[in-house]
């Protein structure tokens, strides 16, 4: 078992910054990629962005390219996701998960409970 806590979610002003951490323990994190995942009322969850094990690949969703920036600390096990020029339709809950970098919600194995962002305009 793996568990995962997110941090760093708020209320945040449009054009703002956040950086939400998500803390692992449990298992040996810096085996395992990860990725980032959002939740919208009324909305399907969406991938956001995935890093590898090793942090030297990177992807990202349309809507976060330029502006997210998803890295890790193996040593700390912890990753984080720096959010930059925020904008309101970016509200939502973020989820951290194990297991994959890439697009799909069901390649991951363990989530984090989410850690809420707001952007207000």
């Known amino acids: 078992q793996m568990q995962l806590v997110e941090s760093g979610g708020g209320l945040v002003q449009a054009g703002g910054s956040l950086r939400l951490s998500c803390a692992a323990s449990?298992?040996?994190?810096?085996?395992?990629?990860m990725g980032w995942f959002r939740q919208a009322p009324g909305k399907e969850r969406e991938f956001v962005a995935g890093?590898?094990?090793?942090?030297?690949?990177?992807s990202y969703a349309d809507s976060a390219k330029g502006r997210f920036t998803v890295s890790r600390d193996n040593a700390k096990n912890t990753a984080y996701l720096q959010m930059n020029s925020l904008k309101p339709e970016d509200t939502a809950v973020y989820y951290c998960?194990?297991?994959?970098?890439?697009?799909?919600?069901?390649?991951?194995?363990?989530w984090g409970q989410g850690t809420q962002v707001t952007v207000s305009s």
């Open positions: 998960a194990v297991g994959s970098w890439r697009t799909h919600a069901g390649e991951y194995r363990y």
């Open positions: 449990g298992r040996t994190f810096s085996t395992y990629a």
């Open positions: 890093i590898t094990w090793s942090g030297a690949s990177t």
